[in-house]
Nanobody, 123 residues
Framework: VQLQASGGGLVQSGGSLRLSCAAS????????IGWFRQAPGKEREGVSI????????WYADPAKGRFTVSRDNAEKKVYLQMNSLKPEDTAVYYC?????????????????WGQGTQVTVSS
């Protein structure tokens, strides 16, 4: 059972990145997926959630209006499109699969975690 987050990189302020989350060993479509991030010296924080029931989405305040989470059931992937990136978005981004159909903002509610992908936004 494994989650794989990818798509991170170095981008200038104002740029865009699209992160992908793929699963092996279980069906990604059956789980709510949360995106979290952790910057050096800071706690892990939630960024966005997409449900497994009806693809409802939620965003943390820093992500609202700039990030979009989506699910491709055919590809069995979840994406996080990040636009208008800022230096404060610099962090390791993780995708995680929740045991609750609508996810939650608590990392402890997530069963499976990807290894993380580094996003660095330069000013």
């Amino acid at each position: 059972v494994q989650l794989q987050a990818s798509g991170g990189g170095l981008v200038q302020s104002g740029g865009s990145l699209r992160l992908s989350c793929a699963a092996s060993g279980f069906t990604l479509n059956d789980y709510a997926i949360g995106w979290f991030r952790q910057a050096p010296g800071k706690e892990r924080e939630g960024v966005s959630i997409i449900s497994s029931r009806d693809d409802s989405t939620w965003y943390a305040d820093p992500a609202k209006g700039r990030f979009t989470v989506s699910r491709d059931n055919a590809e069995k992937k979840v994406y996080l499109q990040m636009n208008s990136l800022k230096p404060e978005d610099t962090a390791v981004y993780y995708c995680a699969a929740s045991r609750f159909p609508y996810g939650s903002w608590s990392p402890t509610d997530y069963l499976y975690w990807g290894q993380g992908t580094q996003v660095t936004v330069s000013s």
